[in-house]
């Protein structure tokens, strides 16, 4: 069985993000960067599951600027055994990723695509659903735990009212959550020996998809500041001004 | 053309957020249908039909159906849509799931949790959790819209009597098969619409300490949340997570006990008209969105809270 994970180069979790002050965007310049979290636990699920003998290969791909290839390299350094970087620059939309996604499925041949859930950038939340789509497999998302049976998977969804069972027949798409397991960190052997694995280029104008965005970018703002509160001294005090100065209690 | 609302209800009634997001998809255009697709559904229909807002029902029934699976539910929305210049629901966990799934296939860029409509194709939404607020224009011809349901208020759920179309169901998507959910029943109100939400945060230490929280929320009537922290130490379970992968709350009021406030949770909860912050660290996050910080060790001061709940005597219904 062959697995492919798709990887997201974000700005880090422990960022305070900084809106442009001409408002097109928010600023990236020397801002840390890293794998977008949930996709994490997808490259760390993968690489479980090819541990235990179920998996024979764990493919990393990335869609996005040069610099990309330091994430690829990173699922690497963890277990992936090959990378593929997809090139491409500016906003790129899920709608245009899943449809790059679904030219590297049709070559590779996966069994399974696993992603994170969402990324924590634009908080879109689509690349996978939007992948299963295009591909007509079933879909996976938000799962928490994965269970392999023969052809098929049985994966615990994480929904609002609690949690959901489903049982999807390989191929099938999954895109994971933060609960699905504990990313490890790389050894330094490990990412000395990730220097060594193959990572492909693809142009993705290459691949005959329109990238363009169909949804324009008027303008990025701060939101409105909450005003600044008080400190009370005691519980007490924090009692009596909920109740007649806030009028909540 | 007219918008199409996917009602998102559990075949028995509809879910509260469904009024959300038809106060939401109404302000695209006033001439909005809503499609119910489920099993014996015809009860949730009728409801879905009194909406003074929606104008016409159109009602999709399958053994299939009944439990909500996007990949059964996509192709009939897809089909519906050509009718239709807009289709909108819900960005909880139901409409996250299926949204996409549907816009893959029109081959539109889905615009993801709106929080205000500026025009017909013009709409309002955070990224980066919060820290930014991105105006966004979809020049696609059709657009497939999900709205984040606390940032719009629930419509008017009587009065009206709209007609009720039926639509032929779509074959059954034969990979994917439901197996069970696994719901948490509680009386109290839900997390996503209560007026007061208490929650608690890593700084609870465990499980057990947990019924702090709960005899805070059961004096206020309140809904109870939770940090990441404390969903992935096992303290509590993930329904009750808030925050930019948990869920969005804006309530009256927010109480945050031991949670530091980490930018993830914030995106969930700083929406709350007054927060609340009870944390032994002066310096940690939730102060700087709290309008009331109280610097305490939370083992000492929610026992006197709950006491000076009590003097009050105010429970809330």
């Known amino acids: 069985m062959k697995i492919l994970v798709a990887v997201k180069r974000v700005i880090d979790y422990n960022v305070q993000v900084r809106v442009k002050e001409d408002n097109t965007g928010v600023v990236t310049e020397n801002v840390k960067m890293s794998t977008n979290p949930p996709d994490d636990n997808a490259i760390e699920e993968a690489v479980k599951i090819k541990e235990s003998g179920k998996a024979t290969e764990v493919v990393a791909v990335s869609v996005g600027e040069e610099k990309a290839q330091e994430t690829v390299r990173k699922a690497l350094a963890v277990g992936a055994d090959r990378g593929i970087l997809i090139k491409a620059d500016g906003i790129l939309e899920p709608l245009a990723v899943s449809k790059l996604l679904q030219k590297i499925v049709e070559k590779e041949k996966p069994d399974l695509v696993f992603m994170g859930k969402q990324a924590i950038d634009d908080d879109c939340n689509q690349t996978g659903q939007m992948l299963s789509a295009l591909l007509n497999w079933p879909q996976a998302t938000f799962a928490s735990k994965i269970e392999i049976k023969d052809k098929k998977l049985e994966v615990m969804r994480e929904i609002d009212e609690g949690l959901e069972t489903i049982e999807i027949n390989i191929p099938a798409i999954v895109t994971c959550d933060l609960r699905l397991n504990e990313p490890r960190y790389a050894s330094l052997p490990n990412i000395m020996k990730a220097k060594k694995k193959p990572i492909e280029q693809i142009n993705a104008s290459d691949l005959g998809v329109d990238t363009s965005p169909r949804i324009e970018q008027i303008k990025v703002e701060e939101p409105p500041k909450r005003k600044a509160g008080i400190k009370v001294k005691s519980v007490a005090e924090l009692v009596q001004k909920l109740k007649n100065e806030a009028k909540v209690i | ?317």
Do not use: W
């Not at chain 2, 053994?63 to 009718?83: G, R, S, T």
């Not at chain 2, 057990?208 to 379970?237: E, Q």
């Not at chain 2, 102060?287 to 005597?313: C, H, M, R, T």
């Open chain 2, 1 to 317: 053309m007219s918008v199409l609302l996917v009602a998102e209800h559990n075949n028995k009634e509809l879910k509260p957020f469904t009024l959300n997001a038809v106060t939401a998809a109404s302000q695209m255009n006033t001439d909005l249908h809503a499609v119910i697709i489920g099993n014996n559904c015809g009860d949730v229909a009728k409801k879905l039909s009194e909406l003074p807002l929606v104008k016409k029902v159109i009602q999709v029934e399958a053994a299939h159906y009944e439990n909500f699976v996007a990949e059964n539910f996509a192709p009939v929305i897809v089909k519906l849509a050509e009718n239709y210049s807009h289709v909108v629901c819900s960005a909880n966990t139901f409409g996250k799931n299926l949204m996409p799934r549907i816009a893959a296939s029109l081959d539109t860029s889905q615009v993801s949790d709106i929080i205000k409509v500026i025009s017909a194709d013009t709409f309002l939404r955070p990224i980066y959790a919060g820290n930014a607020f991105a105006t966004v224009k979809s020049k696609d011809p059709k657009k497939c819209i999900t709205i984040r349901p606390t940032s719009f208020d629930p419509c008017e759920s009587s009065g009206g009597s709209a007609p009720i179309e039926k639509a032929e169901p779509s074959e059954e998507f034969s990979n994917t098969k439901f197996v069970k959910r696994e719901e948490i029943k509680s009386d109290r109100p839900e997390l996503g619409t209560a007026r007061v939400v208490v929650s608690g945060g890593r700084g609870m230490q465990s499980g057990d300490n947990f019924k702090l929280i709960t005899s805070v929320a059961d004096k206020l009537n309140a809904a109870i949340g939770a940090s990441r922290a404390a969903v992935d130490a096992g303290y509590i379970s993930n329904d009750h997570q808030v925050g930019q992968t948990g869920k969005v709350v804006v309530p009256d009021l927010y109480i945050a006990i031991g949670i530091s406030g980490a930018i993830q949770h914030l995106a969930g909860m700083k929406e709350s008209k007054v927060i609340v912050a009870i944390n032994k660290d002066g310096e940690a996050p939730i102060f700087s969105v709290a309008d009331y910080g109280l610097e305490a060790d939370l083992f000492e001061a929610v026992p006197q809270f709950i006491e000076e709940l009590n003097k009050l005597n105010t429970i809330q219904k």
